[in-house]
Nanobody, 124 residues
Framework: QVQLVESGGGLVQTGGSLRLSCVASGRTFWRYAMAWFRQAPGKEREFVAAISSNTYYADSVKGRFTVSRDNSKNTVYLQMNSLKPEDTAVYYC????????????????????WGQGTQVTVSS
């Protein structure tokens, strides 16, 4: 399994921006499909965005968030713009071996490796 470490979370006002980063261990990062999930207090962990053969977004973040990756740096990013209080959550990076073309949101159980999470808080 690949080791994942997220960073970039913090406190931001409504309408602000943050960029999350997730660095993966190993030399075969390019082989992995990557995703971001989030979990708010008292709620289930939910899908946010994925990147593999294509990118795919949850409807709630489409047009505001952008997922990208730099295989030379073993890093996947989540650029979050126009943040809302409902975006407040712990954001997790996830990885699975193999490429995918996403027609629908992937499930949590599709991913075998997870980071420790980074807190994002959006104040109103």
């Amino acid at each position: 399994q690949v080791q994942l470490v997220e960073s970039g979370g913090g406190l931001v006002q409504t309408g602000g921006s943050l960029r999350l980063s997730c660095v993966a261990s190993g030399r075969t990062f390019w082989r992995y499909a990557m995703a971001w999930f989030r979990q708010a207090p008292g709620k289930e962990r939910e899908f946010v965005a994925a990147i593999s053969s294509n990118t795919y977004y949850a409807d709630s973040v489409k047009g505001r968030f952008t997922v990208s990756r730099d295989n030379s740096k073993n890093t996947v990013y989540l650029q979050m713009n126009s943040l809302k209080p409902e975006d407040t959550a712990v954001y997790y990076c996830a990885a699975r071996v193999g490429s995918s073309y996403y027609y629908t949101a992937p499930r949590k159980t599709d991913f075998s490796s997870w980071g420790q999470g980074t807190q994002v808080t959006v104040s109103s």
